[in-house]
Every structure is written in structure tokens, then in C-alpha cells.
């Protein structure tokens, strides 16, 4: 039996070319079929628990609460519901924001930055009802944020965003997913396009209910002497999964990518980057710092790509895991893949606890055992989402996981 039917693709609606494109992806996915632990790019993960017949798409439920602090400095908020029915944004100066079965080159834009071969991004598209494309216009200078809240309900949540950046403009762009209390799967899978000389800062912040499995995929393409800078966060969810790949396929793009999660209960934080140097002079830098506790996981995997022509580009990546207690765990497993001389590549990683000696420095200093070690996780975290600017982010950020610090017991 195909593990999403052509009867359920065409429920979803649609213009015809979306219909069709839902039913490719099911062919596609039952041609590939699940992915599995065994495959490099999954490994250490529990994706061999997903059982698709678990989620069965239902009724639409309400909307989940939005932290007002996300939305308070918008330029514009676009909330997406359970079922991918788009709301009404007003779009600021220079951006045209639309749903992709509306959209004039929703058929070419649908797919264009994502691997024909992954079976996540196939079974996202097979259920999707629809997706939002976002257009600034070449020059748009966007002073304010772009605030995209995504509500996420039992059954699958699939969704598409596409953004694109036309050349020169500047734009942030903040994706938010919240709700998922039942037995929900969260399949987004976002699209950027950054044109030449462009500035794109997006960000992903994922606040989901501890049952849902939150399977994102993130992909972008960095154009002639473009800019993406991307933050992710992965704090709620039983299991958070995020891929982010990143093209740099225009000679001087620069691609920045921060990513934070904090683990507690059994949560696994499971995070796989690359970073594909195309073309000459091209830079990327990418900082992950996440924290587990109790008996929770993380799994770090990242790839530097430099292809054959991509002559003095630079490329970091760094993973930094606190384990803050004995039956907690940690992964990080960075790769290079050089087919270039004349490039400048290095990566780091650290697993371990608290430093001791940093403890003692605070315990010295008048300051108790439980508070010091609070202290040193804060200042863990804080010194990231310094390092962050996707509109109001970072303080939403750094507030969950003040309120989770609290109820955490360091050992």
C-alpha cells in the first residue's frame, strides 16, 4: 500500500499542476521509501520509530498562542493554519506575498532548491496544501521583519516557503512553528533564493508541544556577492530535526549559520548542515551550541562542500555541546569534502559538562553550586544569539530557556 495515496494528494486541492505535483511526490517517496538509521545522513537518530499510519491528517484546531514579543516589532505577520490555509498580511513596501497555488511560477518555484531524492521533502510534498512565496523587489531595503507563524495540529503539518531576494535587497524573514500538543508530525520545508548582492536573514524558531516530531528541511541559494545569514532553534518537540543546506553558487557569497538547541526530558535535538562552496571567494561560517539534560540527545552532522573551482573561499564550522547531566548524550560529527587546493577550510568540536574550574571561579565568589551552574548555561547560550540578529528572535530565545533553566537540575 503507497505510504500517502493518490486519493488523499488530490483531497488536498489545488490547481491541477499542484495536484500533479502531490502525486509525483508519493511516487517518488514509495521509489525511496523511508529513511533509515542505517544511512549516513540519519544516523544516531530514532528515525526508525516513524510510523506515517500514526498521523492521519484531522480536523482543524485552533489557533496555538503566539508569544506577543514575536510579533510586537513586525513589519508584517502571516499566520498559516493547521490545514495551510494562508491568512491576510499586509505586505510591506517592495514585497508581494502570495500562496503558491496562486502564485504565477508556483510550478517552477515549487521544488527548485530541494533534492529530488530525499524522502522527507517527498513526503512533505505529497500532504502540503499549499505554501507561501515571498518576493522583494530588487533595491527593497526592509527595516522591519517579516514574521511567519505556522500552526502546527495532530496528523501532518506540511508546509512550503518560498523567499526570494531579487538584487540588492534586504529583507529578514522569521519563521515560527507552534502548537503541536497531540501526536503531531511537522514537516516544513523552506526555499530561499538570495540574488545577486542581496541580504537575507531568516530564521527558524521551533516552540512545538513534547509529543510532535518536527522534520524541517532548509535550503538556500546565495547568488554574486549575496548575504544569508540564518539563525535556527530547536526547544520544544519529542523529536526536533532540522537540515539546512546552503548553495554558494555566485562568486563572494557569504552564508552565516547559527543554530541552538536545549534538550531536557528524553528530547532528541538532531541537526545536519552543509555547506556547498560552488564558486570562487566564497565564505561561510556556521556556530552550533546546544545543551541536554536528563536522559535527552543531540546528533550534530555537518558537511563542507569545496568543489572543484571554488579557489579562495573560507569556510567554519564549529559545534560546541554542554552535557549537564550523566545519562544525557551527545553527537557531533563534522566533515570536510575538498576538491580544491587554494581554499581555507576548519572545524571544531566539543562534547563535555560545566568547566569546573569556571564553577569554582563563581562558587569562590559567594555564588551557590545550582546558581553558578545556571549562570554558566546562560552565558552558553547567550554568547550565540549575541552573535544573532533575526528581528525578535534572540530575546524569545533566550526567555524559553531562562524559564527551562529554572526546572533544570545540573548534575
Excluded at 528515525?47 to 514579543?69: C, F, H, S, T, W
Excluded at 505529497?126 to 495540529?153: C, H, Q
Excluded at 497531540?182 to 541580504?199: I, M, T
Excluded at 580544491?340 to 563535555?352: F, P
Aim: charge should be negative; proline fraction near 5%; glycine fraction near 10%.
Amino acid at each position: 500500500m503507497p505510504l500517502v495515496t493518490t486519493d488523499a494528494t488530490a483531497a488536498l486541492g489545488g490547481p491541477s499542476w499542484l495536484v500533479d505535483r502531490r502525486a509525483e511526490a508519493a511516487e517518488a517517496l514509495d521509489a525511496l521509501g523511508l529513511p533509515s538509521s542505517r544511512e549516513e545522513v540519519w544516523r544516531y537518530s530514532p528515525i526508525d520509530d516513524l510510523e506515517i499510519e500514526r498521523y492521519v491528517r484531522g480536523a482543524k484546531m485552533g489557533r496555538a498562542i503566539v508569544p506577543p514579543a514575536l510579533i510586537a516589532g513586525a513589519g508584517s505577520v502571516l499566520e498559516i493554519d493547521a490545514d495551510g490555509g494562508i491568512g491576510s498580511a499586509v505586505a510591506p513596501s517592495g514585497v508581494s506575498i502570495s500562496a503558491l497555488s496562486a502564485h504565477p511560477e508556483g510550478a517552477q518555484l515549487l521544488g527548485a532548491a530541494t533534492s529530488p531524492a530525499d524522502p522527507i521533502v517527498a513526503l512533505s510534498t505529497a500532504t502540503t496544501p499549499d505554501g507561501v512565496v515571498i518576493d522583494v523587489e530588487k533595491g527593497a531595503m526592509l527595516a522591519e521583519p517579516i514574521v511567519i507563524v505556522r500552526n502546527v495540529a495532530n496528523g501532518v503539518s506540511s508546509g512550503r516557503t518560498i523567499v526570494r531576494l531579487a538584487e540588492g535587497a534586504i529583507a529578514t524573514v522569521l519563521e515560527v512553528h507552534i502548537g503541536g500538543e497531540g501526536d503531531s508530525l511537522s514537516l516544513p520545508v523552506a526555499e530561499l533564493f538570495v540574488g545577486d548582492a542581496a541580504n537575507l536573514r531568516y530564521g527558524s524558531v521551533q516552540l512545538l508541544g513534547r509529543a510532535a516530531w518536527h522534520l524541517a528541511t532548509i535550503n538556500a541559494i546565495v547568488g554574486r556577492d549575496a548575504t544569508v545569514s540564518q539563525l535556527t532553534a530547536g526547544l520544544g518537540g519529542q523529536y526536533d530535526r532540522v537540515r539546512t543546506d546552503t548553495v554558494l553558487a555566485g562568486q563572494g557569497a557569504s552564508s552565516v549559520l547559527r543554530s541552538t538547541y536545549l534538550g531536557d526530558g528524553d528530547q532528541v535535538h538532531d541537526l545536519r548542515t552543509m555547506q556547498d562552496h560552488v564558486a570562487p571567494k566564497t565564505i561561510s561560517d556556521l556556530l552550533c551550541k546546544g545543551a541536554v539534560a536528563d536522559t535527552a540527545r543531540s546528533v550534530y552532522t555537518g558537511l563542507i562542500r569545496m568543489r572543484h573551482g571554488a579557489v579562495r573561499s573560507n569556510a567554519n564550522q564549529s559545534n560546541h555541546n554542554l552535557v549537564l547531566s550523566e545519562t544525557a548524550h551527545a553527537d557531533s560529527v563534522p566533515n570536510l569534502d575538498i576538491s580544491e587546493n587554494d581554499v581555507r577550510c576548519s572545524h571544531a568540536s566539543t562534547v563535555g559538562p560545566i568547566d569546573e574550574d569556571q564553577r569554582f571561579y563563581l562558587e569562590s565568589r559567594g555564588i551557590d553550586r545550582p546558581s553558578a551552574e545556571r549562570l554558566l548555561v546562560r552565558g552558553f547560550f547567550a554568547d550565540l544569539l549575541e552573535r544573532s540578529d533575526i528581528g525578535p528572535a534572540g530575546p524569545v530565545i533566550s526567555a524559553d530557556i531562562e524559564h527551562r533553566l529554572a526546572g533544570l537540575e545540573v548534575r
